[in-house]
C-alpha cells in the first residue's frame, strides 16, 4: 500500500518535534521510495545512528511497508549553519 507524502511529514512533526521536514517520493509518485531531510531539536547531542534510530522508531509502521528510506538528519543549528553557506 502506497505511503503517503503528506503522511509522513505529519507524523515526522508530531512525533519528533521537526522544525523543517522536506520529503521527497523517488518512485515516480507510488509512495514506495522516499528521500527526507528532518530537523529537530531532539537530535541535538545524539549522534548518527542514534537519530537515524528516533527517525526509524517514529516510521517503524510507514517503513514496515516501503521499498526504500533515506534520510538526512540535522538538528537546527546544523540546519542553519548549511543554509548559510
Known sequence: MPIPKAHLETQLK???QAEHIEV???SNGCGQS???VIVSKM???KPLLQRHRLVNEA???EIAQIHAFSQKTYTP???AT???Q
Request: aromatic share 14%.
Open 59 to 61: 516510521l517503524k509502521e
Open 34 to 36: 522516499f528521500d527526507v
Open 24 to 26: 521527497i517520493d523517488t
Open 14 to 16: 508530531e512525533k519528533l
Open 43 to 45: 537530535f541535538a547531542g
Open 82 to 84: 548549511m543554509q548559510n
Open 77 to 79: 543549528e546544523q540546519w
